[in-house]
T-cell receptor
Framework: EADIYQTPRYLVIGTGKKITLECSQTMGHDKMYWYQQDPGMELHLIHYSYGVNSTEKGDLSSESTVSRIRTEHFPLTLESARPSHTSQYLC?????????????FGSGTRLTVV | AQKITQTQPGMFVQEKEAVTLDCTYDTSDPSYGLFWYKQPSSGEMIFLIYQGSYDQQNATEGRYSLNFQKARKSANLVISASQLGDSAMYFCAMKAGKLIFGQGTELSVKP
């Protein structure tokens, strides 16, 4: 039973379209993250949030934007999708401090821009 | 700078054998956590095991154990009695602030 939900699971969309990837968690975590992962490659942090109205850019530059209006919701938006945005996007949340379980990840959204 | 390195892009192991996946890390922060995640072809990240930088004993979780050598800055994952379902990508990760990942190792278990 997942505590963090991502929709859609798969998305194929045309170039130039605006898309929003949804991420919601039911654990009350303040910290949430978006990672981008190309097939078979490492995860790169692109955005994170430490609470409502707090958003920061991650280590990898991304043309996407995020918002955090509610604790449980952390959507990612691409205003104009391009083929270079084709990737898997993973959302995660974490407990305060180190936490033995680290981060809890959603199932990911596999985005293909054609 | 913080960094995680996995030098084995791919590994093969015979079913029921043990396998070690290598991971080295670099950080100047004295307090950090080390994690291993499994990522099957479906894409989700499954937490396997955690080791804190101040933990004296190596972490174990069922068939998974973490060989933590602090002086060498290594945190290798040992999977005992491999099963066909263990075939997946395995990522080492470090949390000192934010969670950063290594490049991953693709493990294939042969029957």
């Amino acid at each position: 039973e997942a505590d963090i939900y991502q929709t859609p699971r798969y998305l194929v969309i045309g170039t130039g379209k605006k898309i929003t990837l949804e991420c919601s968690q039911t654990m009350g975590h303040d910290k949430m993250y978006w990672y981008q992962q190309d097939p078979g490659m490492e995860l790169h942090l692109i955005h994170y949030s430490y609470g409502v109205n707090s958003t920061e850019k991650g280590d990898l530059s991304s043309e996407s934007t995020v918002s955090r209006i509610r604790t449980e919701h952390f959507p990612l938006t691409l205003e104009s999708a391009r083929p270079s945005h084709t990737s898997q996007y993973l959302c995660a949340s974490s407990e305060p401090g180190q936490g033995v379980y680290g981060y809890t990840f959603g199932s990911g959204t596999r985005l293909t821009v054609v | 700078a913080q960094k995680i390195t996995q030098t084995q892009p791919g590994m093969f192991v015979q079913e029921k054998e043990a396998v070690t996946l290598d991971c080295t890390y670099d950080t100047s922060d004295p307090s950090y956590g080390l994690f291993w995640y499994k990522q099957p072809s479906s894409g989700e990240m499954i937490f396997l095991i955690y080791q804190g930088s101040y933990d004296q004993q190596n972490a174990t979780e069922g068939r998974y154990s973490l060989n933590f050598q602090k002086a060498r800055k290594s945190a290798n994952l040992v999977i005992s009695a491999s099963q066909l379902g263990d075939s997946a990508m395995y990522f080492c990760a470090m949390k000192a602030g934010k969670l950063i990942f290594g490049q991953g190792t693709e493990l294939s278990v042969k029957p």
